[in-house]
């Protein structure tokens, strides 16, 4: 069965903007979770979603957010970009609600210019 | 969820044993070991899991010491493609599905 599909690859931004990144899960997973990673943090956990509802959140400003839709699929949002944002978003889906193995996406990689 | 802490690199000749270990000395006996890798610019990837038993899959094998406090994973014949960033994590058996990432072991297999 297909995988998690994130898109875009990749995307430019300027400073300021807002931006969209779209997550399809796996078939069937009900869970979808967002992370980034930068060469200066490694990888840090965003935020998770379980049928429409966020359930866990991060460190992170309230300029990233979140949504899930009926069909699993996701959604996150950064508004204001800043240069720092530039990092490489990626979405897990998982099958249950806690504690299974998690499969990536490719990621989208975001620079923020 | 328990801390971890792993070497931060590690060398494997090719086709030999790649020994990557892990402690977490902080365990809670609800606590699972899992293993991810990231390869360069992909996605991470699930290993492997396990509570107190050994485990193994078609990609690796899990020991975890009798007290838990640490853990081996071992690539029995690494390859060129194991080489990728290999990350511990301990989760609470009831927690949610967010996963927090450490520094992870860079191990490099070399020809």
């Known amino acids: 069965k297909a995988g998690v599909t994130q898109t875009p690859r990749y995307l430019i931004k300027t400073r300021g903007q807002q931006v969209t990144l779209s997550c399809s899960p796996i078939?069937?997973?009900?869970?979808v979770s967002w992370y980034q990673q930068t060469p200066g943090q490694g990888l840090q956990f965003l935020f998770e979603?379980?049928?429409?509802?966020?359930?866990n959140k991060g460190n992170f400003p309230g300029r990233f957010s979140g949504r899930q839709f009926s069909n699993s699929r996701s959604e996150m949002n950064v508004s204001t970009l800043e240069l720092g944002d530039s990092a490489l978003y990626l979405c897990a889906s998982s099958a249950r609600a806690v504690n299974t193995e998690a499969f990536f996406g490719q990621g989208t990689r975001l620079t923020v210019v | 969820d328990a801390k971890t802490t792993q070497p931060t690199s590690m060398d494997c000749a090719e086709g030999r044993a790649a020994n990557l270990p892990c402690n977490h000395s902080?365990?809670?006996?609800?606590?699972?070991v899992y293993w991810y890798r990231q390869i360069h610019s992909q996605g991470p990837q699930y290993i492997i899991h396990?509570?107190?038993n050994n485990e193994t899959n078609e990609m690796a094998s899990l020991i975890i010491t009798e007290d838990r406090k640490s853990s081996t994973l071992i690539l029995p014949h690494a390859t060129l493609r194991d080489t990728a960033v290999y990350y511990c994590?301990?989760?609470?058996?009831?927690?949610?599905?967010?996963?927090?990432f450490g520094t992870g072991t860079r191990l490099t297999v070399i020809p």
């Open positions: 994590i301990v989760r609470n058996q009831t927690g949610a599905n967010n996963l927090f």
């Open positions: 979603y379980f049928s429409e509802t966020q359930r």
């Open positions: 078939s069937g997973h009900r869970s």
């Open positions: 396990g509570l107190k």
């Open positions: 902080t365990i809670s006996g609800n606590e699972y």
